[in-house]
């Protein structure tokens, strides 16, 4: 009885009290979703030890650091054992987002200031960089909930949602009215004729456009470029000219008509003129000179006033 007890006690005694320290490793993507940073994003393990809260996470979008030593001493009181090989000092986690970036931001204040003005306006935000983040398992997108537009100075300031439930952000820049424009699809060589195929459009702010700009394609197209012109750039009228028609010293022929009778004669142009320019032409037969409307290459027509001296 007295061996049988003794046994007893001394397999007891064998037996461990306690499990061996789990030896773990630092994920390489320190990336967390949720509020929180737990043992189980910081190293692979599994179980409860896993759910060990070690922070509050950082803000959506954003970093945060954390000492080594007290990540070491949390990871020992759940018998964990890292030995931090590669001698890191402070441990960097980042947290995932949804983003709205500048551009989003932009786009959505430019559709508001569309339907509250009636005109399409090109934004700039004071922070040109800005960029709202919303967590990752958040609901509904960004909300403009406020919009301050002064049209006189430009001044914008709009409160933002980033998401259903979120504070809103302050939001500022300037907004400027903007115009559809027609410009040249590809440079153009002096004296080039324009066609419809050469015109594009584009927006321009319409402070910027400027007066002697010519928006009608209609004054652009069948017209000469008077000098080598850009693509993608506001012409303006001096750029352009109508093709000639008639030029200085050539021979033409002048036209009269009126009802019952039509008479013609060659005659010599004096000037340079395009089409439905009034020109002066010197009569060979009589030696006159008179004004009469190019109307074609080589052609013009007298009016019926200027019969008497034809």
């Known amino acids: 009885m007295i061996r049988?007890?003794?046994?007893?006690?001394?397999?007891?005694?064998?037996?461990?009290?306690?499990?061996?320290?789990?030896?773990?490793?630092?994920?390489?993507?320190?990336?967390v979703e949720g509020a929180q940073l737990t043992l189980g994003d910081l190293f692979d393990v599994g179980g409860e030890t896993a759910q060990v809260v070690v922070a509050r996470a950082?803000?959506?979008?954003q970093r945060s650091a954390i000492d080594v030593n007290y990540v070491r001493h949390l990871a020992a009181e759940h018998d964990l054992t890292w030995s931090n090989a590669n001698g890191l000092r402070r441990i960097t986690v980042s947290r995932a987002s949804r983003a709205v970036t500048a551009s989003v931001l932009r786009d959505m204040l430019e559709g508001e200031l569309f339907a509250i003005e009636g005109r399409p306006h090109q934004v700039q935000l004071a922070n040109q960089a800005?960029?709202?983040?919303?967590?990752?398992?958040?609901?509904?997108?960004?909300?403009?909930?406020?919009?301050?537009?002064?049209?006189?100075s430009g001044m914008l300031a709009a409160e933002?949602?980033?998401?259903?439930?979120?504070?809103t952000v302050r939001v500022t820049g300037r907004a400027y009215a903007t115009m559809e424009i027609p410009v040249l699809a590809a440079p153009v060589a002096m004296g080039q004729e324009i066609t419809a195929d050469m015109i594009a459009w584009t927006t321009h702010r319409s402070d910027r456009v400027?007066?002697?700009?010519?928006?009608?394609?209609?004054?652009?197209?069948?017209?000469?470029a008077r000098r080598a012109l850009r693509a993608s750039e506001p012409l303006r009228s001096f750029d352009l000219t109508r093709p000639l028609m008639v030029t200085r010293g050539e021979l033409v022929t002048l036209i009269f008509e009126s009802p019952g009778i039509q008479l013609s004669v060659s005659a010599r142009a004096t000037e340079n003129a395009?089409?439905?320019?009034v020109a002066r032409f010197v009569n060979l037969q009589s030696n006159r000179t008179i004004e009469a409307v190019v109307d074609g290459p080589g052609r013009a027509r007298v009016g019926q006033r200027s019969n008497a001296s034809f």
């Open 4 to 31: 049988s007890t003794c046994f007893a006690l001394a397999l007891l005694v064998s037996t461990p009290t306690a499990h061996a320290d789990e030896n773990v490793f630092l994920r390489e993507n320190l990336s």
């Open 58 to 61: 950082p803000a959506p979008g």
């Open 130 to 152: 800005l960029s709202l983040h919303a967590p990752v398992s958040s609901a509904g997108g960004p909300q403009i909930v406020s919009v301050n537009f002064e049209p006189r």
């Open 160 to 167: 933002i949602r980033p998401y259903d439930g979120a504070q």
């Open 210 to 224: 400027r007066p002697d700009a010519v928006l009608d394609p209609s004054s652009i197209i069948g017209f000469e």
């Open 274 to 277: 395009s089409q439905g320019d």
